[in-house]
């Protein structure tokens, strides 16, 4: 049977023996946080991979993306071909004052135009502000960290591993011809030597054909 | 008789403890209480580990503006923090820190004298509860009101031992007659003052009437900026005479292992260890409810001062 009021000398002894050990709290304005490269603080654009697709917007649960664009015609790259037309971005924008951080539309970017930084400190006074146009969404990508590095024991990326499949074949090729051509005399030319262009998309698409 | 100058400095005296003491029980409970919690208590006023926190916080309470509710009863409503605060000044002039005549005043019947004059301090309490116009602050009032009745018993009966121990009702002269053995003989009576005396504080986890999660504030709940500031400098200054209080009369005052001239040391040690004590508690124990309070007031409190009572008469016959 525990003595009558050890329960309250036990509270005390707890307590006592907090005080004497240091506090694990983090003095977030003096030191800032250890953030994991991927912490979701705010999205950067890196408007050159922009494309102007509007997937983002689309999927955008909360619709907090901006886009306005218009289409530009080039002028035909040989004579006599059909002119280009190209979308030209005039505004990308991203409301954070709606935004969710659900980061779908860096999910969805086909082109790699948008990217978590983990910046967090950019609360403003005006509701307004927290609408970051394209410059700011510009700055912002200059503080995405580098991805971190693979596992060692990681496959390899397949668009690594579709590069050596291709680089290894197209050398291989040109080693037979090179073979042949001794075999066969200097009059023949080398046969696909190199200008196959379906050669390296090919067997990527083999490649993740084959992964499904 | 003591000369003009003598009684102004010892006035001085007096009163630069009221105001500086309660300030550094203020700043420890801060300290104390976060490490006790694990977290960081204010830290930014001042420099070194916030040690101006008090002080801003002072600043802050002054420039708040002053509200009387309407329907108050004005007057009572803003007598009542000067109420709360002033008995615990004139206590702590009768309380002895050192050897001798280091006192404001010796006061032949100082126990009778210091415990009437901290009932008064009740008073404010109930006149801010029954005079904001406010049902909480009415609630809180009279729960002050039935705490601060049941708990005045046992802190009386208990005092009560230590005057018939020493045969005096003098603080310095219990203080005369005290000797270490009285330390385990006074020993409940010690436990049973001291419990009671939180329970006058409204000190956690006697902190019923001031419940912040049933009754807002209690009684406090309508005053703002500096009257604010008064009751809650009240409460630090009560913590400071309770502990020195019980300090004196249960745990020798400034008898220490060397007797010098330095007891006003000990005293002081003595009393900064009990008001240590009462941040403890309350960061310790949850929150005691009404008829909980009022139980241990009845059931526990009151027996086992009648109980030391009854150890003291003992003892004291015997040893004659």
């Given amino acids: 049977m525990p003595v009558p009021g050890s329960g309250l000398a036990k509270g005390l002894a707890v307590t006592l023996r907090t005080m004497t050990r240091r506090s694990v709290t983090a003095h977030y304005p003096d030191s800032l946080p250890q953030l994991p490269p991927r912490s979701r603080g705010v999205i950067g654009l890196f408007e050159e991979n922009c494309t102007v697709c509007m997937l983002c917007a689309r999927e955008c649960p909360d619709w907090c993306i901006y886009i306005d664009s218009h289409k530009e015609t080039m002028p035909a790259a040989t004579p006599g071909g059909r002119e280009r037309s190209r979308n030209v971005l005039d505004r990308f924008a991203i409301d954070f004052a709606l935004c969710m951080y659900c980061g779908i539309c860096i999910d969805v970017c086909p082109f790699d135009a948008l990217f978590w930084s983990p910046e967090f400190e950019y609360a403003e006074t005006d509701i307004r502000d927290l609408t970051h146009e394209r410059d700011k969404l510009r700055e912002w990508m200059w503080t995405v960290p580098e991805p971190p590095p693979l596992d060692p024991a990681a496959e390899e990326p397949k668009e690594l591993g579709a590069a050596h499949k291709a680089a290894d074949k197209l050398a291989a090729q040109q080693a037979e011809s090179e073979q042949q051509a001794e075999s066969d005399g200097e009059s023949e030319p080398p046969r696909e030597t190199g200008t196959d262009p379906s050669g390296p998309s090919a067997t990527a698409r083999d490649e993740q054909e084959g992964d499904r | 008789m003591m000369d003009v100058a003598d009684v102004l400095w010892r006035l001085l005296a007096v009163l630069l403890a009221f105001l500086l003491l309660p300030l550094i029980v203020g700043q420890a409970e801060h300290k104390a209480m976060a490490h006790m919690q694990g977290r960081v208590g ?279």
């Fill in chain 2, 42 to 320: 204010p830290m930014y006023a001042g420099g070194f580990h916030g040690w101006a926190q008090l002080v801003a916080d002072g600043v802050k309470f002054a420039q708040k503006e002053d509200i009387v509710p309407s329907g108050a009863d004005r007057r009572v409503f803003q007598l009542a923090p000067a109420i709360a605060l002033l008995p615990y000044l004139i206590v702590l002039i009768a309380i002895p820190v050192g050897k001798g005549d280091a006192v404001g005043q010796v006061v032949d019947a100082g126990v009778f004298f210091v415990l009437a004059v901290m009932g008064v301090g009740v008073l404010g309490s109930l006149m801010g509860g029954w005079a904001s116009n406010n049902k909480f602050s009415l609630l809180g009032g009279l729960r002050t009101a039935a705490q601060l009745l049941a708990y005045e018993l046992p802190m009386l009966l208990a005092a009560a031992s230590v005057a018939m121990a020493a045969g005096t009702l003098s603080l310095p002269g219990i203080l005369d007659a005290w000797q270490w053995w009285w330390l385990p003989w006074q020993i409940i009576g010690g436990l049973v003052f001291f419990t009671a005396g939180l329970a006058e504080l409204q000190r956690p986890p006697f902190d019923a009437p001031v419940a912040d999660s049933e009754i807002i504030f209690g009684a406090y709940t309508e005053y703002t900026g500096l009257r604010f500031a008064l009751f809650l400098l009240a409460e630090y200054a009560g913590i400071v005479v309770l502990s020195a209080l019980t300090a004196v009369l249960f745990l020798g005052g400034w008898h220490g292992p060397s007797d010098s001239e330095l007891g006003w040391v000990w005293t002081l040690l003595k009393t900064a260890v009990l008001a240590f004590v009462v941040i403890w508690l309350r960061v310790s124990y949850p929150r005691l409810r009404e008829d909980q309070i009022q139980r241990v007031a009845w059931t526990v409190l009151v027996p086992l001062a009648l109980l030391q009572i009854a150890l003291t008469g003992v003892v004291k016959v015997v040893i004659q």
